[in-house]
C-alpha cells in the first residue's frame, strides 16, 4: 500500500488499543478491505473514519453497499408471507424464525448486522471497548420514541438487557450471553450510555447486540414482554395494526418513526406451516414476497426466466444433527463418527440445494466466516471405515436409534437421507418428524423432544459471527451459568470449553484462525454434532415489488419496499 502515514497517524489519534490493532493489521496488510470494514465497525471505529483510514492506506474509499432506495410504488400494500411462528411472540422467549421475524417489524436492536456481516448503529449511535475487551460502551440515540410516546432511555436499554441475561427467567439469549454477560454486568452510565461489564473478554461482542441476537429488540423499562405480543411495542418504522396467532399480522407506517419514514402504508403478513402454500401464494399473487424458501419444492422460483427476483445470501445458516453423548451407543465418539462417515455431502448438496449451499466439515465454522480454518480437511463419506469404527465400538452389525425433527423446509428430506445413508452400515434409525410446536416444546431440558431426543435434527439459522454456534449447542451444560443451553447433544468436554472462551475473547483475525483450526479439529475427532452443509438463504418476490431486504438470519426489513 502506498500510505499516507502522517494522515493514518492523525486518524489514529483517539482510538482506542483495539481498534488501533485493527488499524495496523490492515495498514501491514494483513487484512482485507472487506475484513477491515467488519472488524473496524465491530470495534466502533465510525464510517468516515474507516473510509478515511482506507484512502490513507491508497485504496478507494467507498463503503459497503447498503439497501438501495427504491424509485415509485410509494405507499403500497406489501403482502408477505413467512413460516408460522412456532410460539407466543415474547420477545424474551422467541426462539424460531417466524417468531423473530414478528419481533423485527416493530422493534429495533442497538445495532444492525447487515448482510455483509457488517455492523451498522441503529439505536446505539456508536460504541468502544476497554484495552481487553471486557466492557464495552454504548452510547443511545437521543430523540427515539417508542410507539407509545415514551421516550427511549439508558434505562430502556438496561431493563432490556437484564431480562435477557437472567437464567432464572429462561430467556432464549442465553444462547449468546451465557457465561458471558449477566443482569450484574449491564449498568447504566448516564441517561444515555450504557456499559457491558462481561465475565471474560468477548471480542466480538457488539454482534451480540446486533439483528443477529434477535431477541434483544429494546423494549420499555418495566414492560412486562409477556404482554408484546397485544402491542407489539417498539421504536422500529411500523406499528401493529393486528396479530393473530397461528394466521398473520398487518403493520402501518410509523408516522412518528425517528429515522426515515418507512415507504409502505402497510404491510400483511401472512404465516404457513410448510413451504408449498407459501410457495403456491407467492406465484398465483395472494402475496409479494416470500421471506425464505429452500431449494427442494422452491425449483420454480429459481427457473429462468421465472417472473421473481431471488435473493441469495450466503450464510452460516444450518442443520444441526445431534447424537446425545451421554446416551448409548452414542457415548462412543468411534459410534458418532461412523454416522457422519456415511453421509455424502456433495451429493446431498446436489440433490437437496442445486449448489445453492456449501460443504459442512462437523463444525460450526462455515465458509462464509473470516475466521474459518481452512487448512483442516474435509471430512468425506468412508464406508468402509465408518463400519471398522462401528465394529471398534462393539457394534458389528449395527444397532437401531430414533432420530427426531421437525416439519420445515428441506429437514425431512435430509433426514431421510440420513436414514438411508446409516442403513449402509447396518445401523435402523426410526424417523419421527414432528410439527416445529411439539418438536420444540418449552425450549428446555426435559421438556423438549429437540433438547432430549437421543437423536435430533433442528434448524440453525444464520449468525454474523459464530460465538452463538460455539456456546448454545455444545459448551458443557451450566444453568448457573447459562452455558450450553441448546446442547442437545449433552456435549462436555473441558478442553473444548477452554478454546471455545479463547476463540470468542479475542478480536485478532488471525488469533481466530488458529484457534478455530484447533476447534475444528477437536469436534471432527469427538464429532457430538454433524454438520453437514451451510445452505444459502434464499428469498423471493414478484417482479413489481422493489426493496425488500433480507438478511440471512431470517428477518425481512421491508421499511423500503414499493410495489408498483
Known amino acids: ?96 424464525q417466524g417468531g423473530q421475524d414478528m419481533l423485527g417489524q416493530t422493534g429495533e436492536y442497538l445495532t444492525f448486522s447487515n448482510q455483509h456481516l457488517t455492523l451498522q448503529p441503529v439505536l446505539a449511535e ?12 454504548f452510547k443511545i440515540r437521543q430523540g427515539v420514541k417508542f410507539h407509545n410516546g415514551q421516550p427511549l432511555t439508558a434505562d430502556d436499554v438496561v431493563y432490556t438487557y437484564k431480562l435477557s441475561t437472567n437464567p432464572k427467567s429462561a430467556p432464549a439469549a442465553l444462547s449468546a450471553f451465557g457465561g458471558g454477560l449477566t443482569p450484574d454486568g449491564v449498568v447504566k452510565v448516564d441517561d444515555f450510555t450504557v456499559a457491558f461489564h462481561l465475565a471474560a473478554p468477548n471480542g466480538n461482542f457488539p454482534y451480540l447486540t446486533s439483528s443477529d441476537n434477535y431477541n434483544m429488540i429494546i423494549i420499555p423499562n418495566n414492560y412486562d414482554p409477556a404482554k408484546w405480543e397485544s402491542s407489539f411495542i417498539g421504536t422500529g418504522p411500523f406499528v401493529m395494526k393486528s396479530y393473530t396467532a397461528k394466521v398473520g399480522a398487518s403493520f402501518a407506517r410509523n408516522p412518528q418513526y425517528w429515522g426515515t419514514k418507512a415507504l409502505p402504508a402497510a404491510t400483511e403478513f401472512t404465516f404457513y406451516q410448510t413451504q408449498p402454500p407459501g410457495i403456491l401464494a407467492l406465484t398465483s399473487g395472494s402475496i409479494d414476497v416470500l421471506g425464505q424458501f429452500s431449494v427442494a419444492g422452491g425449483e420454480q422460483l429459481l427457473a429462468p426466466g421465472a417472473p421473481y427476483t431471488v435473493s441469495r445470501l450466503k450464510s452460516a445458516a444450518h442443520r444441526e444433527l445431534s447424537m446425545r453423548n451421554d446416551q448409548a451407543p452414542f457415548t462412543d465418539p468411534r459410534v458418532r463418527q461412523a454416522i457422519a462417515l456415511t453421509l455424502d455431502r456433495p451429493a446431498i448438496l446436489a440433490a437437496l440445494f442445486k449448489g445453492f449451499a456449501d460443504l459442512g466439515n462437523d463444525s460450526p465454522f462455515a465458509p462464509v466466516y473470516p475466521s474459518t480454518n481452512r487448512t483442516v480437511p474435509q471430512r468425506a463419506k468412508d464406508i468402509a471405515m465408518a463400519k471398522s469404527l462401528l465394529t471398534a465400538a462393539g ?12 416439519d420445515i423446509q428441506e429437514i425431512p428430506q435430509f433426514a431421510q437421507i440420513v436414514v438411508e445413508a446409516a442403513k449402509s452400515i447396518g445401523v435402523t434409525i426410526k424417523l419421527n418428524v414432528e410439527p416445529q410446536p411439539k418438536y420444540y416444546g418449552k425450549f428446555t431440558f426435559g421438556n423438549s423432544d429437540w433438547l432430549d431426543a437421543t437423536m435430533s435434527l433442528v434448524d440453525y439459522g444464520h449468525r454474523s459471527v459464530p460465538n452463538v454456534f460455539l456456546t448454545a449447542p455444545l459448551q458443557t451444560i451450566d444453568a448457573k451459568k447459562g452455558t450450553g443451553n441448546w446442547n442437545a447433544a449433552h456435549f462436555k468436554n473441558a478442553q473444548y470449553d477452554k478454546l471455545s472462551n479463547q476463540y470468542i475473547a479475542t478480536s485478532d483475525l488471525h488469533t481466530q484462525q488458529q484457534i478455530a483450526g484447533q476447534i475444528q479439529t477437536l469436534l471432527l475427532n469427538e464429532t457430538p454434532i454433524i454438520y453437514a452443509y451451510f445452505y444459502n438463504y434464499l428469498s423471493a418476490w414478484a417482479k413489481n415489488v422493489n426493496g425488500p431486504y433480507p438478511t440471512a438470519i431470517g428477518h425481512i426489513f421491508l421499511n423500503k419496499a414499493t410495489k408498483t
Open 395 to 406: 457394534h458389528p452389525n449395527g444397532f437401531t436409534t430414533e432420530l427426531v425433527t421437525e
Open 1 to 96: 500500500m502506498d500510505i499516507d502515514h502522517g494522515r493514518l497517524s492523525r486518524l489514529r489519534k483517539g482510538q482506542g488499543e483495539i481498534a488501533n490493532h485493527v488499524i495496523d493489521e490492515y495498514a501491514a496488510g494483513r487484512l482485507s478491505r472487506r475484513d477491515f470494514l467488519r472488524r473496524g465497525a465491530l470495534v466502533g471505529i465510525s464510517l468516515p473514519v474507516l473510509g478515511a483510514v482506507i484512502s490513507a492506506c491508497g485504496s478507494s474509499t467507498s463503503s459497503p453497499s447498503s439497501p438501495s432506495s427504491p424509485g415509485g410504488g410509494v405507499g403500497a400494500t406489501i403482502k408477505v408471507g413467512i413460516t408460522t411462528p412456532a410460539a407466543a411472540v415474547n420477545p424474551v422467549t422467541v426462539a424460531d
Open 126 to 137: 456508536s460504541w468502544s471497548p476497554n484495552s481487553t475487551a471486557d466492557v464495552w460502551t
